[in-house]
């Protein structure tokens, strides 16, 4: 007897499972899917205990009987019919695959009513069996409850992660979804709370609905969705909305796209809050690549990437200029955009610091300063840490009243003499015979470093009291975050209220001295949050305040802040940043003689 065999259906289904339902957030995509498949213009999501209980009702369609059985059964769809139909998905499911894979793993009851059918029909299964069937009194459309998810697989049920990761899975990836989908309406409830709903009045309304007033009023309108300014930069990409068709996918060409689009305008590391919409031909875009349906391929990548880099790069061109008021619903026809693409990316015209200051950039200042000026009447830098300490505090660290660190010293050693600066990044410096080049920001971060350091080795975060409280608004999985890392948070001396889904308002922050906007500090923070296998918190809060606060690229020094700063760093003896990057690089007189050819 051979040594190949079929699979017993329950086996086959319990591996489409592992595919298709690897947690509780993809369950939640996968039938809030189905429900937009089915025309649903109500969703109504509710989780409890972890993720393991979910129920998922909708006003679409409806099956009938024979439907509602045919339905769990694997690859059974109403979505396509032929092979041509796989190259021309219009749809958001079309494998057949996720009911018979939930069902399998679940105890399952779903609920359906037809339009014209005086009474619907309620079907339970447990573990892939049927196990009833009756009628049922509801109104048209569909109820699918999922109980005790994974009670036949401990295996997967080990994996689970805690209930509040599990919770912030699914809120983002209903928020997504409801983003997306702008014109329906989406409402999740976890444990009895309502934590994310939208009222389908369009996608300006969606977005406040989901992000705050405070977010809408820092995006820019343009046409493949909207571009956060220059105050909503984040340290990760978790806010690079991206969309195909209205479904969410995760396509690294699109993620490009948009960080070349943003060229010149962020620091390195840096992020921006970017909503992108692409509506284009099916057969243009391949979905069937993995069962999860979020990879996606384009047949024509490279246009597309430049389509939207250049869309992006042109409007923060006029990013001060122009304001619009409104977003039609953006399209993208890769047979027209052919025609129109012209510009390679190696050619594209990069834009100097003065049309940057003179556009984008006096936009963003605007808005930030207006923002932040319930922070303090001192107006020395509205928003940030320094401007709520008196120069007598911030002479600690060591200010004068231009903004630079005043020096502990500045008395360099004999051989040691500042020649001046180059590009407004680096420090020349004559040590011997030898040229020595410093990176201004490095030196001073180093500096900043060791000097915040000393203060938590010798003594608990103090806490400066904010005069007026100060509002924070953030992305609502942000606040999750928040809630989550109470405890930690507060020890590294800030205190807090919750005040909504998208906003918390800070009451105390650390006693440190830094230029940098309470936002970007806080950011910073959330972001060292969310790394796992940080062995020491406060470490990581003074390495990222210190990069944040110290001189930056493209700032004039004078002289004798230089001398300082190198004087200073002389006496330290250590030539590395707290990141591991080298400060200085030295030519020596030897090179130089060889460069002229004098040797």
Do not use: W
Not at 80 to 97: H, M, P, Q, S
Not at 197 to 211: A, H, M, R, V
Not at 344 to 372: Q, W
């Amino acid at each position: 007897m051979g040594k190949i065999h079929l699979l017993d259906d329950n086996v086959s289904n319990m591996i489409a499972a592992g595919e298709v339902v690897d947690s509780p957030a993809s369950l939640v995509k996968e039938l809030v899917e189905n429900a937009l498949d089915a025309q649903a213009k109500s969703i109504r999501i509710d989780v409890k205990q972890g993720g393991k209980y979910i129920r998922i009702s909708d006003d679409g369609v409806g099956m009938d009987r024979s439907d509602l059985l045919l339905s769990v059964e694997r690859h059974a769809t109403s979505k396509i019919a032929t092979k041509e139909d796989v190259f021309n998905i219009c749809t958001f499911g079309f494998r057949g695959e996720a009911l018979a894979s939930i069902a399998a793993v679940s105890k399952m009851t779903l609920s359906s009513r037809i339009e014209g059918d005086s009474v619907g029909n309620e079907l339970s299964i447990i573990g892939g069996k049927v196990v009833g069937i009756k009628t049922s009194v509801r109104n048209i459309g569909t109820e699918i409850e999922v109980a005790t998810l994974f009670f036949n697989t401990p295996a997967r049920l080990k994996f689970l992660k805690s209930s509040a990761t599990e919770y912030n899975t699914i809120k983002e990836c209903v928020l997504k979804i409801a983003l997306s989908n702008y014109d329906n309406k989406i409402f999740l409830t976890i444990e009895g709370k309502s934590v994310v709903k939208t009222t389908g009045n369009g996608l300006k309304s969606t977005i406040i609905e989901i992000f705050g007033m405070d977010i809408y009023k820092s995006l820019i309108p343009f046409k493949y969705g909207y571009l956060g300014n220059l105050t909503l930069t984040r340290g990760r990409k978790d806010a690079l909305y991206t969309f195909v068709n209205k479904r969410v996918v995760k396509a690294n060409m699109l993620e490009e796209a948009i960080v070349e689009g943003y060229y010149t305008y962020l620091m390195k590391g840096k992020f921006p809050f970017v909503i992108l919409f692409v509506e284009t031909p099916p057969s243009e875009v391949a979905i069937n690549v993995h069962p999860s349906k979020k990879v996606v391929r384009f047949r024509e990548s490279q246009r597309l990437f430049f389509a939207i880099k250049d869309s992006i790069t042109l409007e923060l061109r006029q990013f001060g200029t122009q304001v619009k008021d409104s977003v039609a619903l953006p399209t993208f026809n890769i047979a027209q955009e052919v025609k129109k693409i012209a510009v390679p990316l190696e050619n594209f015209e990069k834009f100097s610091g003065e049309n940057r200051e003179n556009s984008s950039l006096s936009r963003v200042e605007t808005y930030e300063n207006s923002a932040s000026a319930q922070i303090s009447e001192n107006r020395t830098h509205p928003a940030s840490f320094s401007s709520l300490g008196t120069l007598k505090e911030r002479s600690d660290i060591g200010y004068d009243n231009s903004g630079f660190r005043k020096g502990v010293s500045s008395s360099l050693p004999k051989n040691v003499k500042v020649l001046g600066q180059l590009s407004q990044m680096y420090i020349l410096v004559q040590e011997g015979v030898d040229l020595k080049i410093f990176d201004q920001h490095v030196v001073d971060e180093r500096l900043i470093y060791e000097t915040y350091k000393k203060r938590l080795q010798t003594r608990e975060v103090s806490r400066k009291q904010l005069l007026i409280p100060y509002k924070i608004s953030l992305l609502p999985t942000d606040i999750v975050e928040i809630l989550k890392q109470c405890v930690i948070i507060e020890k590294l001396g800030f205190s807090y209220d919750v005040i909504s889904d998208t906003q918390i308002e800070l009451h105390t922050i650390p006693d440190f001295t830094t230029r940098e906007r309470l936002y970007d500090v806080f950011q910073g923070i959330l972001e060292q949050l969310k790394l796992e296998n940080i062995k020491d918190l406060r470490e990581e809060l003074v390495i990222s305040m210190a990069c944040k606060a110290a001189i930056k690229a493209g700032q004039e020094l004078p002289i004798e802040i230089m001398e300082s700063l190198i004087s200073r760093l002389y006496v330290l003896g250590d030539f590395t940043c707290p990141h591991g990057r080298p400060i200085v690089i030295t030519v020596s007189s030897s090179e130089l003689e060889k460069y002229f050819k004098r040797k």
